[in-house]
Nanobody, 130 residues
Framework: QVQLVESGGGSVQAGGSLRLSCAASGYSHSDYCMGWIRQVPGKEREGVASIYINSGRPYYADSVKGRFTLSHDNAKHTLYLQMNNLKPEDTAVYYC???????????????????????WGQGTQVTVSS
């Protein structure tokens, strides 16, 4: 059974930083991709960043490019999202997600929509105050 456990959320002021972690277990395919999705109450879920583990190449939503950095520690089976220069509009619940095996993304830019993942974590709250 696939399990994703997020940590690292919290409250910061605008311009601050947070690092989210996601420990993954229970997936059986070596070909998988992971990412972060966020949701603000009353709004649609947004794919923030994704990574194809075999290539290690990350993809980012335009709204976070240059501020967020995605990385993966293969030995620890852990995904990280370093979030710098946070803005109030980044306030959301952030979900870690995995697709195992990894299906090709619909977008030609490599980004993934929330429905392109098979499994989600429980979410962690990020609150950015102005």
């Amino acid at each position: 059974q696939v399990q994703l456990v997020e940590s690292g959320g919290g409250s910061v002021q605008a311009g601050g930083s947070l690092r989210l972690s996601c420990a993954a277990s229970g997936y059986s395919h070596s070909d998988y991709c992971m990412g972060w999705i966020r949701q603000v109450p009353g709004k649609e879920r947004e794919g923030v960043a994704s990574i194809y583990i075999n290539s290690g190449r990350p993809y980012y939503a335009d709204s976070v490019k240059g501020r967020f950095t995605l990385s993966h520690d293969n030995a620890k089976h852990t995904l990280y999202l370093q979030m710098n220069n946070l803005k109030p509009e980044d306030t959301a619940v952030y979900y870690c997600a995995i697709d195992s095996p990894c299906r090709p993304p619909r977008s030609p830019y490599g980004t993934r929509a929330p429905d392109e993942y098979g499994y989600w974590g429980q979410g962690t709250q990020v609150t950015v105050s102005s």
